[in-house]
């Protein structure tokens, strides 16, 4: 496994550091639960997800999220195997980081 679980905490302090992307696997229809600002969308269950994945650039670190944690997994997982070398699974997906997000911002 070339992929490390994060916490919240964890995942906000490497989206400071600069030089990676947030890469968001939901659908679009998931939008509505809300997003990470500065996010990509490559929907997991889109067929052409392995295709766009393999668009990106391997030398970033990659800030993954979904709805639970689950779907990122298995995108990380996934990318992995491709060649990529950094990537962060947010454990607890977006439900994890608005409750983060209101928290910090009360």
């Known amino acids: 496994m070339n992929y490390e679980n ?7 302090t ?3 550091e600069g030089d990676h992307v947030v890469l968001d696997v939901r659908s679009p229809q998931e939008l509505a639960e809300g997003s990470i600002p500065g996010h990509v969308m490559i929907n997991f269950f ?3 997800f392995r295709n766009e994945v393999e668009k990106l650039d ?12 689950n779907r990122s997994g ?3 997982h996934m990318m992995s195997a ?14 994890a ?5 209101a928290m910090t911002n009360r």
């Open 82 to 95: 491709m060649g990529f070398d950094r990537l962060y699974n947010l454990i607890g997906g977006i439900g």
């Open 58 to 69: 391997k030398s970033k670190a990659y800030l993954i999220y979904c709805r639970s944690g």
């Open 74 to 76: 298995q995108a990380c």
């Open 6 to 12: 994060i916490e919240v905490s964890r995942f906000a």
């Open 46 to 48: 889109d067929p052409d």
């Open 97 to 101: 980081w608005n409750a983060h997000s």
């Open 14 to 16: 490497l989206m400071e």
